[in-house]
C-alpha cells in the first residue's frame, strides 16, 4: 500500500497542469466586479434625462443596473465552494475507496455537482427559441397624457429601462441566426407602475386570425415529426400545406418569402405590435392604436444566396452583431410611433382592424412619435437573462390595453401559460430579469422556488389583523380594463370583413420596388422547389393568382408549371382598392448611421501598399465602420517598401459573405498572389454578387479581371458601386466608396 500524505496530491503531474495558473486568473479572463451606484441611476426614481432628442447616448446609465446588483456574482479571487457554501478542497477527484477502488456514495461534492449539470436545460421555448437579447432605457419624448395614463410616457425625457429579444421563430435553440423566418421583436418594459411587455414581430401581420389556429400553424412550420426535418425552415410540404389550406396567410406569406425575413442584422429590422390595441388616458377615453418600432439604422436585408453562406460561415451572425456592436459603443436605436385612430375612424376603413392578418397604411394613419429606445448594455450571463425571461403579452401596465383580436385573445392566455412548464412554475415572476422594478404586494403564496419571505399571519384580503394592506389600489391608480360595450350571440366565427384574404397582399407586393418583387418570386420558387408533392405546389400557386397574376407566372415558370385557375374567394363583398404604400419597401429607410459598423475587408498579400492600406483602414474607423485586413493566412505580409502589416482575419476564417464591402489596394506582387488564391477569387467574385460595394486601387482591378468580374453593369453603363477601376485618385474613390457603402448595395448589377 501506499502512504496518502494529507497536503500530497496522489498525482503529482496535477497540479502542473492546474495548480497555480488556475488559481491566479489572466487579466481580462474575470470581470471587474460592479461598483454598485457608480454606473448611474439605480432607479426608476430619478431617471429623468436632460438629453432628450440630442442623440446622445447616454452610456451605462441603465436603472435595471442597481436593481439586478444583489444577484450578480463575481468571482475573481475568491475559493470553490458547494451550493451550501462549504469550501471545496479538491475539485479534480471524486472520493474512493483507494486509490483503483469504487466512488464513495458519500461523495456529496461529487453528487451535488453532477446533479446540478444532469438539470442544466430547461425546456426550449416551443417557438422562438433561438435568439438574443439586450438591455437599453426607453426615452419618451414628451408628455402623452392626452392619449394614455401609461407612466412611461408621462413626461418628456421621462427614462424607463427595457429588456429585449430578438429571435427566429421556427428553429431551434441552436439553429442558424440567418435563415428565412420571421424575426421576434420583444421588449419587456420595467415601468414604474408595473412590467409592460410588448411582444412583437419584424412583420405587422401573422399568418392567422385565430389563436385556435396557432398550434396547428407551428406543427406545419417545425421540422416535420417522423424525421425532425428539416430544421429553421418554411421549405417543406407541412408547412405549404397548411398555408395554402388557410388563404388567410396569403399576406404575411408575402413578407415572408420578402427580404424582411433574411434582416442584415436584428439593428436593422422594424418592429411592430401587430394587433391593434388600445391606449387609455386618466379621463377613461380610450384609442385604438398600433405599435411601431423604426430602427434609426435603416431597414437592410441580406440576399438569398448570402444568408444561405452565412449559416455555414458563422451560424451566430446577428447574435455576433447585436454584442459586438453594444461593445463598441454602437448603440443601436429605434424610435417608437403609434398610429391612433377612434373606433369610428376604423369603421370607415373597408377593413377589420380586429383581424392581424391586415396593416392599417401609414399613408391612411401617420405614425406619432412617442420616444427613443437605446440598446446599451449586453447581459452579463446568457442564461440568466436572456433564457430565462418571460414576456408575456398579458403584462399590460394602466393605460394600455387590449383589442378584441382573436389571435391576441389567445396569445394572453398562452404566454403565461407556458412559462410555467418553460420555467418550472408560478414563480418565475421573482427571477431577476422578469422582477417589475417597482414592488410586488399581494397574497399570492408558495409554489416552486418561492424566493419572497412573507412576515406576518396575514396571507388574505380583506383582512383587519394586517390593517387591511396589502389593499386594492382603486381606479386611480390601478389596472382598470376599458368598458367598452359587448352584448351579443356566443359563437364560433369570424367577422365576414375577416374573408378578404388577397387585398393586402396584393398591396404589399405593389409596394415593392422591382428588386424586391422579384426577390419575392424567387424566394417562392425555391421553398416550392423544396416542396415534394405538386398539388401542393399547385395551390399555392393558385393561392399567388389571386395575388398578383405575373408573379403567379413568375413563380409557375420557375418550377416549371402553368398557373392553375385561382383558389375560390370567400367573400363576394366588394374589396378595398388600396393604392402602394412606399413606407412597406425596404428600400425606403436607409436609416441615419451612414457607414457606422459595416465590415469592410481590405484584401493583402505580400508586397501590398502598406500605406495605401492604413489610410483607407484611419478613414474608415473614423467614420465607425469596421475595416479588417484580411490575407491568405496569419501574421505579418512584408509590405511594398518592406515595412510588416499586421493580418488580422484569413480568407479562409472571413470569407466575403461576412463583410459588407471590399477594398483591393494597390501593389502588382499582393494583387497577382491573390489573383492565384481561389480564396480570394471567391472573395470578390461573391461581393459583386452579392451587389455589395468594391474599390480597387491600381493594380487591384486586376484581382477584378482574374476573377471574371465584369467592369461595369449589363447594359454598359458605370457601376455605380464599383469604385477606382477607372483610375480615379485614392481620395476621390474612397469618398465614392463610402458613399455606396452607406447605401448598403447596389442591385443594379444583380444577376441572381
Ligand atoms: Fe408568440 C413566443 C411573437 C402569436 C404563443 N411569440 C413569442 C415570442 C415572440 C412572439 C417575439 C418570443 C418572446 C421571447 O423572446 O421570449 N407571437 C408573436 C407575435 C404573434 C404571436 C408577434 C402574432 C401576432 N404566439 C402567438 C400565438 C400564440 C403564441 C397566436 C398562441 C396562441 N409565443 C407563444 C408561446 C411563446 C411565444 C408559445 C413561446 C415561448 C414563450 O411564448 O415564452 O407562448
Not at 414 to 420: C, F, N, R, W
Request: overall charge negative; some cysteine.
Amino acid at each position: 500500500g501506499m502512504k496518502l500524505a494529507a497536503d500530497m496530491p496522489f498525482n503529482p503531474n496535477k497540479p502542473g497542469e492546474h495548480g497555480e495558473a488556475a488559481r491566479t486568473p489572466q487579466p481580462g479572463a474575470t470581470a471587474e466586479p460592479a461598483t454598485p451606484g457608480a454606473t448611474g441611476s439605480t432607479s426608476t426614481e430619478s431617471a429623468v434625462s436632460d438629453k432628450v432628442g440630442s442623440g446622445v447616448p447616454s452610456l451605462g446609465n441603465n436603472p435595471t443596473v442597481g436593481a439586478l446588483d444583489r444577484v450578480r456574482v463575481d468571482s475573481s479571487g475568491q475559493v470553490l465552494t458547494t451550493n451550501q457554501g462549504v469550501a471545496i478542497a479538491d475539485n479534480q477527484n471524486s472520493l474512493k475507496v483507494g486509490l483503483r477502488g469504487p466512488t464513495a456514495m458519500e461523495d456529496f461534492i461529487l453528487r451535488e455537482k453532477l446533479t446540478h449539470f444532469d438539470h442544466e436545460r430547461i425546456p426550449e421555448r416551443v417557438v422562438h427559441a433561438r435568439g438574443s437579447a439586450a438591455h437599453g432605457v426607453f426615452e419618451a419624448y414628451k408628455d402623452f397624457s392626452d392619449l394614455t395614463r401609461a407612466d412611461l410616457f408621462s413626461q418628456a425625457g421621462k427614462r424607463t429601462p427595457v429588456f429585449v429579444r430578438f429571435s427566429t421563430v421556427a428553429g431551434e435553440r441552436g439553429s442558424a441566426d440567418t435563415v428565412r423566418d420571421v424575426r421576434g421583436f420583444a421588449v419587456k418594459f420595467y415601468t414604474q407602475e408595473g412590467n409592460w411587455d410588448l411582444v412583437g414581430n419584424n412583420i405587422p401581420v401573422f399568418f392567422i386570425q385565430d389563436a385556435m389556429k396557432f398550434p396547428d400553424l407551428v406543427h406545419a412550420v417545425k421540422p416535420e415529426p417522423h424525421h425532425q426535418m428539416p430544421q429553421a425552415s418554411s421549405a417543406h410540404d407541412t408547412f405549404w400545406d397548411f398555408v395554402s389550406l388557410m388563404p388567410e396567410s396569403a399576406h404575411m406569406l408575402l413578407w415572408q418569402m420578402s427580404d424582411r425575413a433574411i434582416p442584415r442584422s436584428y439593428r436593422t429590422m422594424q418592429g411592430f405590435g401587430v394587433h391593434t390595441f388600445r391606449l387609455v388616458n386618466a379621463a377613461g377615453e380610450s384609442r385604438f392604436c398600433k405599435f411601431h418600432w423604426t430602427p434609426l439604422q435603416g431597414t437592410h436585408s441580406l440576399v438569398w444566396d448570402e444568408a444561405v453562406k452565412i449559416c455555414g460561415a458563422d451560424a451566430d451572425y446577428h447574435r455576433r452583431d447585436l454584442w459586438e456592436s453594444i461593445e463598441a459603443g454602437a448603440f443601436p436605436e429605434w424610435e417608437l410611433g403609434v398610429q391612433v385612430f377612434t373606433e369610428e375612424q376604423a369603421e370607415g376603413f373597408g377593413f377589420d382592424v380586429l383581424d392581424p392578418t391586415k396593416l392599417v397604411p401609414e399613408e391612411l394613419v401617420p405614425l406619432v412619435p412617442l420616444g427613443k429606445m437605446t440598446l446599451n448594455r449586453n447581459p452579463d450571463n446568457f442564461f440568466a437573462e436572456t433564457e430565462q425571461v418571460a414576456f408575456c403579452t398579458a403584462h399590460v401596465v394602466p393605460g394600455v390595453d387590449f383589442s378584441n383580436d382573436p389571435l391576441l385573445q389567445g396569445r394572453i392566455h398562452s404566454y403565461l401559460d407556458t412559462q410555467l412548464s418553460r420555467l418550472g412554475g408560478p414563480n418565475f415572476h421573482e427571477i431577476p430579469i422578469n422582477a417589475p422594478v417597482n414592488q410586488v404586494h399581494n397574497n399570492q403564496r408558495d409554489g416552486m422556488h418561492r424566493q419572497a419571505i412573507h412576515r406576518g399571519r396575514v396571507n388574505y384580503e380583506p383582512n383587519s389583523l394586517a390593517g387591511g394592506s396589502p389593499a386594492q389600489a382603486g381606479m386611480d391608480k390601478g389596472f382598470t380594463s376599458f368598458p367598452e360595450r359587448v352584448a351579443e350571440d356566443k359563437v364560433r366565427g369570424k367577422p365576414e370583413l375577416f374573408a378578404d384574404h388577397y387585398s393586402q397582399a396584393t398591396m404589399f407586393f405593389n409596394s415593392q420596388t422591382p428588386v424586391e418583387q422579384a426577390h419575392i418570386a424567387a424566394a417562392f420558387r425555391f421553398e416550392l422547389t423544396r416542396v415534394q408533392v405538386p398539388a401542393v405546389r399547385e395551390r399555392v400557386l393558385a393561392l399567388l393568382a389571386n395575388v398578383d397574376h405575373t408573379l403567379a407566372e413568375t413563380v409557375a415558370s420557375g418550377l416549371g408549371m402553368d398557373v392553375p385557375a385561382p383558389l375560390p374567394l370567400a367573400t363576394s363583398l366588394p374589396t378595398p382598392e388600396y393604392a402602394p404604400s412606399p413606407a412597406l419597401s425596404l428600400l425606403s429607410r436607409p436609416g441615419e448611421t451612414g457607414i457606422k459598423t459595416r465590415r469592410v475587408a481590405i484584401l493583402v498579400a505580400h508586397g501590398v501598399d502598406a500605406a495605401m492600406v492604413r489610410t483607407i483602414y484611419d478613414s474608415l474607423l473614423a467614420d465607425g465602420a469596421v475595416p479588417r485586413v484580411v490575407a491568405g493566412t496569419l501574421g505579418k505580409v512584408k509590405a511594398m517598401a518592406g515595412e510588416m502589416l499586421d493580418v488580422e482575419i484569413t480568407l479562409e476564417a472571413g470569407p466575403s459573405v461576412l463583410y459588407d464591402a471590399v477594398v483591393v489596394p494597390d501593389g502588382e506582387d499582393s494583387v497577382n498572389a491573390l489573383s492565384r488564391d481561389a480564396h480570394a477569387l471567391d472573395f470578390v467574385r461573391e461581393q459583386y454578387r452579392h451587389c455589395k460595394p468594391i474599390l480597387v486601387l491600381g493594380a487591384g482591378a486586376g484581382l477584378l479581371a482574374k476573377a471574371s468580374v465584369p467592369p461595369a453593369l449589363p447594359d454598359g453603363s458605370d457601376d455605380p458601386a464599383l469604385l477606382g477601376a477607372h483610375g480615379e485618385d485614392l481620395k476621390q474613390a474612397l469618398g465614392a466608396f463610402k458613399e455606396a457603402l452607406a447605401s448598403h448595395r447596389s442591385f443594379a448589377r444583380e444577376t441572381d
